[in-house]
Each structure stands twice: as C-alpha cells, then as structure tokens.
C-alpha cells in the first residue's frame, strides 16, 4: 500500500537523473504534485505526475505522451512570449513499479497565492472590493498573456480564479501574475476512448470548471469552443472581483451552473449584482457574457481593450497589447454615469473569515492550491473518498449520493492541495506550523460535515438551552485542540496579539464586596497560564473575547458561531456529550472534582458542595491540551467540554424558536456567548455541549479559552 503522505513513493529519489525530489506539495484525483530541486540548475521546480493515466489503455498512453509532448511544447512557446504565463520545463514519463507508465510535466516553481485565495484572503482581512479600475489593474499581465495566446489561435479553456497566480503586493505598483495550465485538460479530453474508460470506474473528465463555464462548454449546441470562450470567463472573473470574491455563476450542481450560464434572460453583467458601472461599461460585459460565441468579442484584446477605453477615457491605457497605464492612479479612479436603479457596493464585503495560512505569504506551486466553493455536497465527498479533487487543471465532475439515497451532481475543481512550505519558513516558523493547509482544512483542524441538525435542547434542568430548533449549517473546519499558551505567545511575538493577562478581569459575583473580589481575582491569577512555567501546552486563557478574535484573524481564521461550535461537540446524532450520551467520569474531561475543592478551601472560598466525580482527574487548573482522548468528538476535536469554556463568535441572545441557516446571533450586544464548561465545572449540565453562557466581551477569564474555526476549502 503507498504511503498516504508520498502516493507515489518518490521521496528522496531522483527522476530523470535531474529532478531530486523533496517533498509532496499537493495530491488530487488526477495528479500529484511534487517540490524538486533541479540538479543540474540548483534551482526548486514542480513536477506534476498525472496519476489518472495509470487507469488508461495502455494502447493509449503513447498517444497520450505524443500530446502531451504537443502540449508542453506550445505552453513552453507561448512563455516565451509573455513572462505571465508559467513555464513548462520539461516533460517526461515515470515507470511504474508494476509496470507501465504516467506522464509528468516539470513547471517552474512559483511562489505566491491563486486569485481566489487571495480573494478569500482579503475579504476576511475586510479589505473593500476592488472597483473596475483597480481589478483592470490587477489582470492586465494575464489579459496581455490571453491576447498573445489567442492571436497564435490557442484557447485556454479553463481559465478561472485557480489558474491566475498573484505574486507581490496584491494592492500595489509590484505584482506579477501568472497564468497557469494552458492545453493540459484540453489533452485529457480530447480523448473519449480515456473518458468512457474513467467513466466505467466513477470518473469523468471535463476541459474546464463549471463555475466559470461558458455555454459552449456545457452543450456543444452553441457552438465550438475558443478565444471567444475564454473571454467568457475572463468577464466574469471580473465580476467576481468587483464582487469580493463572490462567485458570479448561480448553483451548486454541474447542472444548475449550466442552466445559469446559458439563461439569456439573466446575465452576469455587474449591474445585475448591483455594482457600479457606467452604461458603456455595462454594454461591454453584456457582449462578453452573451450566450451565443458569436456575439462576443473575438478574443481577449478586443474585450480588454474596450474596458480600457471605458474606464480610462483620457488615456491610451491597452496599446498594442501592451499596459502603457499614465496619468492619475486608476485605484483612485471610479466611473460616473451609473447605470440607473444601481448603487454604489458597500466598502466591505459580507461573509465570515476564511482559513488561510497566516499573514506571510505561503510558498505555493503553481495550479496546487484548491479553490474555495459552496457546495457541501462536494466536501462531503472529498472527506470520504467519493470524490477525488482534480489536479493539472483538469475539472472533474461526479455524482455524490445524499444521505437519504439520492443521487446530486456535485463538482469540484481541478488542483491539488496542500501548499508546501519554503525552506525558510520550515526553519523559522512565524507561528504555529500547523497553521499550513491539508486538504479542505489546516493541519490544526478537523472538518465538520454541515447539514440540518436540532440546536440547543428541550430537557428541563437549564433553561439556556431552550428551545430546540432546527438550524441548517454549512461545513466548516475547527481546530483539534483549545489555542495553547505557545500558539498564542507566538502571536504575541509576531506582533498579530496583545500579551494575555497575568491577573483575571471580570465581573464581581453576587455577594462579593470590593476587597473580596480583589482578593479573588489575585488568587485566580494563580490558573492564568500566560508566563507560568510548565504550561506552554495548556489553553491560553485569561484573554477577552477582542483579543481571542485578534488571534484567529492574525492567522487568517475566525472564531467559531454558536451553532458551529454546538455542532461540532454534540456530532451529527445529536448526542449528549461529545462522546455519546454517558455523562462519563474523570477520565473523559477536566471539570470540578475533589481537586478543584481542595484548591478553593486552600485560597480561603468558599468550596463547591456537589462535585463533577468524586476523582481528582489530577489538575486543579487547565489540563494540557489533548490530555483526554476518550472525549474526543465526532470530527476529531478534544476537551470540548471541560478545561476551559471558550469564546466564540456570537453575542449572545435567547433562542428564537425557528428554523435558522448559518445563525451568527445579533448584531450587537456586550456580552459573547461561551460554551463547553471549564475546569471548575461542578454541574453536569454545564459539562453538555447544549450549555451556553456568557460573558463581557472585555472580560478576562481563568476558565475561559478560545479555539478557531475557518471555512473548508471546497471545490468549486
């Protein structure tokens, strides 16, 4: 059986007698991509390995290689002519242990992040949506990269967010583009004998993602597919950038994309979302985003050029091909004469934060990071075998079955996952490593599959909790363990967190005067973990809700909703505990047993009369993360209950009784909702995943952490 972290078990050999090959950047259901270092340039490449072949005829491979051989030749050609399209290097065939063989592709190595997570990446660092002006700005070197293409009569095909790669300052004079896998899908196919093949197996390959599809894509009614089509997606790639990120093509399934593509009666022009532009510019996207090929512009020159003219009247901003941009800044610049019924986008774009690596740009290769998307019906496949994420820029589209036996159209994009790291950044990490991605979430988290379940809980004894209410979730990613005193004095260093408090700040209790709640509070100090010794491996606590959310936002995450977290502890079933619906004793959690009352009468309070289980689970204060495993949920995550209570996103309000989808609480308010109970939890009921409380949003708590949440990476 290969090794699940090198498929293909080249680690530490060389290929070609050139290619030493160093690490495994990404995986998917076509290909696998692996970091090398040329031994004869003294340079890192990427070498993509096309592993679907190994399901191929082998009376078709060599027909294969002859066109990928074509293939990597034009991509090699038309590099040449325009720095903004990545390098082939070299081509080659791997033999098989077993015997036959797979074709590779060797790629310049590039460093940087894809347009769509670098979308997703602003939006959460609530960066304001580029205007026209500006997205113009951004693409230029990819449009000039198209137009070369395509007066050499050669489409790209796939052209989508995944497959534009962004070095440098995103929002600055230095960035480069790079425009990624040109030929390669249409290679894959062109091939029919390979397709029914795949087929047979579960498998099907199409040239191009059904997000960005034009309607000659999805039916050959329309015509052939072309410069024209490419043009297409080029338009809304536009849209989606003046949108935040937002995709432009309504639906979830291969079908309704292609119904939304090919609807004449709505087009996805930017006045159709709202966003402000000029009738001129307006008449542009209409005529790209037309249904029939015909209508459109010929090629991308002729679309580019248009938008230019349009958006920068007074200046010969596209000459020859060529951005000659002078005069004002465009990011300054916004068109007038808007087109009536339209307003003015808002300066932020709606939506929570995504999980990405952290502020340092990550070493990425080229075409292997997997685009963001919205259906869970493909992550759901992804986690469980049922569907294998594309590689090589190859889209791929399967039907997933539903829990209830139906039959889905789910589709998922074309890249690897996993972006690996830089030497240097493995050397001198600026902050938790396992921050980096692994699949549809960080290696720090474990994704939890969304869908319908019953929140909160009708059982007397806690009246919090009720009602129960049906809430519909999307998936989401949560981190395995609490935020640690490590991980979070890391932030401090970097500079992305205020130092956590030494001594607790809170509210004083009902009863307690002044001095006793002073008293109190310098007794508490005791459990803060920042600065003790011996407990970089516990939950920072001792933090606000503020500085909880500085956290997560620093390493590009967010904290989790209510609804989210409850999910997440309680599984899908619906369970009393995260573990099943045994309350369990000191061995499944760190709550309030005879050492929590042993610890009070010792700092002269009041000690608790019932207790959690009459056995010490051995800490008086926080545990160490992890230190538990019997509790472990049915996504993986630990201490979901006990040790520390933990923020989350919410503020905090009662339960209405009706159905909700992706509840985030009110919009205001002064205290945050807290889940999970803590290490001073006496009461079962504190101990359920139902529970909730909460606290000033600028309280710091001995018995309250934090973990972060993110959204999955799902295909498009």
Not at 205 to 222: C, K, L, M, V, W
Not at 659 to 681: C, E, L, S
């Amino acid at each position: 059986m290969n090794d699940p972290n090198d498929p293909l078990g080249l680690l530490g050999t060389t290929v070609a007698d050139k290619y030493a090959i160093e690490a495994i950047a990404g995986e998917g259901g076509f290909s696998t991509v692996y970091r090398a270092q040329h031994l004869i340039w003294k340079q890192p490449v990427a070498i993509k390995f096309f592993k679907v072949l190994e399901d191929a005829n082998p009376n078709m491979r060599e027909k294969l290689l002859e066109d990928f051989v074509q293939e990597g030749k034009l991509m090699s050609e038309l590099s040449s002519k325009s720095a903004a399209i990545v390098q082939a290097r070299d081509i080659g065939k791997l033999a098989l242990p077993g015997g036959g063989w797979i074709p590779y592709m060797v790629l310049e190595w590039l460093d940087g992040l894809p347009l769509d997570i670098l979308l997703r990446r602003e939006k959460n660092q609530k960066l304001p949506p580029r205007n026209l002006a500006q997205a113009l700005q951004l693409l230029d070197a990819a449009a000039i990269a198209l137009d070369v293409a395509h007066k050499k009569g050669v489409a790209h095909r796939d052209l989508k967010p995944a497959n534009i790669m962004i070095m440098g300052d995103a929002r600055g004079e230095e960035v480069t583009v790079k425009l990624l896998d040109f030929g390669i899908a249409k290679v894959m196919a062109d091939h029919e004998q390979l397709q029914q093949q795949l087929q047979m197996t579960g498998h099907e390959i199409t040239a191009f993602t059904p997000n960005h599809g034009a309607p000659e894509q999805f039916s050959r009614n329309y015509g052939a597919t072309g410069p024209w089509t490419d043009v297409y997606a080029l338009a809304l790639i536009l849209v989606e950038i003046m949108r935040g990120g937002q995709r432009a093509l309504d639906g979830d399934t291969f079908f309704e994309l292609g119904v939304s593509s090919c609807d004449p009666n709505r087009r996805p022009t930017p006045a159709s979302f709202g966003l402000q532009v000029t009738p001129a510019v307006e008449a542009i996207f209409a005529k790209a985003l037309t249904v029939d090929p015909k209508g459109r512009f010929p090629a991308a020159g002729a679309f580019w050029r248009e938008l230019h003219r349009a958006v920068f009247p007074d200046s010969d901003t596209w000459n020859a091909g060529r951005n000659t941009m002078t005069g004002d800044h465009p990011t300054e610049m916004m068109p007038t004469g808007m087109v009536p019924g339209t307003s003015a986008p808002s300066a932020s774009v709606p939506g929570v934060a995504d999980a990405l690596t952290h502020d340092r740009t990550p070493s990425t290769l080229a075409g292997t990071v997997p685009p963001p998307g919205r259906s869970n019906r493909v992550l759901l496949g992804a986690l469980t075998g049922a569907v294998l994420m594309g590689g090589g820029g190859i889209g791929a589209y399967y039907a997933t079955r539903s829990d209830d036996g139906r039959t889905d159209d789910a589709v998922s994009s074309a890249s690897a996952p996993k972006p690996a790291a830089t030497a240097t950044e493995s050397a001198t990490p600026t902050g938790p490593d396992a921050i980096a991605w692994d699949g549809p979430c960080p290696k720090r988290m474990k994704a939890v599959i969304g869908g319908k379940y019953e929140m909160g809980s009708d059982e007397p004894g806690f009246p919090l909790w009720k009602p129960a209410h049906e809430v519909t979730l999307d998936s989401f990613c949560l981190d395995v363990h609490e935020v640690t005193v490590a991980e979070y004095d890391a932030c401090v260093a970097e500079g992305g967190c205020k130092p956590a408090d030494e001594t607790p700040d809170f509210p004083a209790s009902k009863g307690d005067d002044v001095k006793t709640h002073e008293q109190k509070l310098a007794a508490y100090g005791e459990l803060c973990n920042a600065g003790q010794k011996g407990r970089a491996d516990h939950p920072i606590n001792c933090v606000d809700w503020y500085r909880a959310e500085a956290y997560c936002k620093h390493y590009g995450l967010r904290l989790p909703t209510e609804a989210e977290w409850e999910l997440a502890a309680r599984g899908t079933d619906g369970r009393k505990f995260p573990w099943g619906n045994d309350a369990g004793d000191h061995t499944y959690m760190n709550a309030g047993g005879p050492e929590w009352k042993s610890w009070k009468e010792a700092h002269d309070m009041e000690a608790p009369g019932p207790l959690m289980y009459d056995t010490s689970d051995g800490y008086e204060g926080t545990a160490p993360v992890g230190k538990f495993p019997r509790a472990q949920t049915q996504s993986g995550q630990m201490d979901m209950v006990g040790n520390v209570w933990e923020w989350t996103a919410d503020w905090y309000a009662l339960y209405e009784d009706t159905p909700a989808t992706n509840p985030k609480g009110p919009a205001v308010g002064d205290r945050k909702a807290i889940r999970g109970g803590g290490f001073n939890g006496v009461f079962q009921n504190w101990l359920r995943p139902a529970a909730r409380y909460h606290q000033l949003a600028t309280a710091s708590v001995h018995a309250i952490g934090f973990r972060c949440a993110a959204d999955v990476k799902e295909a498009e």
